[in-house]
């Protein structure tokens, strides 16, 4: 089961910064905070991870809690492209192979508005 | 464009019947995951092959069954098919299929039982 706690669904106006939360109180050492996104009609895409410290890329930043119990998800400014389902996911280096499957919960729905 | 190539896009078929779905994964990744989209249960873990072998099952049903073959592609075969299996089905591939790796997801299959 995902061990992640995200907000149904947030707005956003376009061009503005967007900060998506995610609560994973009981994450391990060893689990990395993944951030994958569904746009409409297409496959899940790959959006950032991190372990303790904070992770820019071209997509979005991530910043993680000092106490690693919570990591918000930082989209600088939102495009209408932008609209998707985003899926915040701990996974288990620890697993290794077997382990290799992604824990899908329920996802953040993000509007966006012109 | 993920490089995951799907086919068919869409299928109907009606219930007691057999299809396959196939997956072509990325050049050069070896393993292949197998999702499954539906209103009610969300993205959830089907299979997992690692170099032709199975490495891992989620929730798949008994009806349901998976293969990859020597040149990395992979099929879905659902049989007995029911009006609960509609849904849409992902297929995803990695590198190696470690607990980190990104995973890249193909447009997926629309498979409707009537």
């Known amino acids: 089961d995902a061990k992640t706690t995200q907000p149904n669904s947030m707005e956003s106006n376009e061009e503005e910064p967007v900060h998506l939360p995610c609560n994973h109180s009981t994450i391990s050492g060893t689990d990395y905070i993944h951030w994958y996104r569904q746009l409409p009609s297409q496959g899940p895409e790959y959006v950032i991870h991190?372990?303790?410290s904070n992770v820019n890329n071209r997509m979005a930043s991530l910043a993680i809690a000092e106490d690693r119990k919570s990591s918000t998800l930082i989209l600088h400014r939102a495009t209408l492209r932008d609209a998707a389902v985003y899926y915040c996911?701990?996974?288990?280096?620890?697993?290794?192979?077997?382990?290799?499957?992604?824990?899908f919960g329920k996802g953040t729905k993000l509007s966006v508005k012109p | 464009d993920s490089g995951v190539t799907q086919t068919p896009k869409h299928l109907i078929t009606a219930t007691g019947q057999r299809v396959t779905l196939r997956c072509s994964p990325r050049?050069?990744?070896?393993?292949v995951y197998w999702y499954q989209q539906s209103l009610d249960q969300g993205l959830q873990f089907l299979i997992h092959y690692y170099n032709g072998e199975e490495r891992a099952k989620g929730n798949i049903l008994e009806r349901f069954s998976a293969q990859q073959f020597p040149d990395l592609h992979s099929e879905l075969n659902l049989s007995s098919l029911e009006l609960g299996d509609s849904a849409l089905y992902f297929c995803a591939s990695s590198v190696d299929g470690g607990g980190v790796e990104t995973q890249y997801f193909g447009p997926g299959t629309r498979l409707l039982v009537l």
């Open positions: 996911i701990l996974r288990d280096v620890a697993h290794g192979g077997s382990q290799g499957n992604l824990i």
């Open positions: 050049s050069g990744d070896l393993s």
């Open positions: 991190g372990l303790t």
